[in-house]
């Protein structure tokens, strides 16, 4: 069974920077797609980052530019690199594991709380 566990997460000023890590453990880590997804109050759970077993990148457009994922095959560890966050980026970020070397997401994490704020 998959498990994925999320960490780094916090309170950060407008204009500063986070890194988040997703520790994945069950599965032969290197073969999926992996990603992240957040979720705002009152919001739907929207994709943020994803990464393929190939280490292809899709970013959804609101974070362009701005955040960055990676992973570490040796490490079983995907990361999001945020940098000049707004208070739009607060929500809770989700870590998640394809099926599929390309993505089919089934697999959670429990969420990481981010909250950017003056």
């Known amino acids: 069974q998959v498990q994925l566990v999320e960490s780094g997460g916090g309170l950060v000023q407008p204009g500063g920077s986070l890194r988040l890590s997703c520790a994945a453990s069950?599965?032969?880590?290197?073969?999926?797609?992996m990603g992240w997804y957040r979720q705002a109050p009152g919001k739907q759970r929207e994709l943020v980052a994803r990464?393929?077993?190939?280490?292809?990148?899709v970013y959804a457009d609101s974070v362009k530019g701005r955040f960055t994922i990676s992973r570490d095959n040796a490490k079983n560890t995907v990361y999001l690199q945020m940098n000049s966050l707004s208070p739009e980026d607060t929500a809770v970020y989700y870590c998640?594991?394809?099926?599929?070397?390309?993505?089919?997401?089934?697999?959670w994490g429990q969420g990481t709380q981010v909250t950017v704020s003056s």
């Open positions: 990464i393929t077993s190939g280490a292809s990148t």
């Open positions: 998640t594991q394809g099926t599929t070397e390309w993505g089919g997401f089934t697999s």
């Open positions: 069950g599965s032969v880590f290197s073969r999926y797609a």
